[in-house]
């Protein structure tokens, strides 16, 4: 499938240059951001169900600075 993006001069410069830098054509380059974008965006929702659920059953949750001073590291 092909999908088009406008973008200006500027930005395709960017685009180039970036591929270009990685050794990656611009289609290569533009599709593993968007996937990476996405996977991120995907990690971060369920992260957030994952807490929102951990939190409902009263769990309690620590911060690094919490366990660090709990442990002694802090």
Request: net charge negative.
């Amino acid at each position: 499938m092909t999908i088009s993006v406008h973008v200006s001069d500027d930005q395709k410069k960017v685009i180039r240059d970036y591929a270009s830098s990685r050794g990656l054509s611009v289609s290569e380059a533009m599709r593993a951001a968007i996937f990476e974008i996405m996977e991120d965006e995907y990690d971060i929702a369920l992260a957030k169900k994952a807490l929102e659920e951990w939190e409902k059953e009263g769990k309690k949750v620590y911060t690094l600075e919490e366990v660090g001073k709990e442990l002694g590291f802090l």
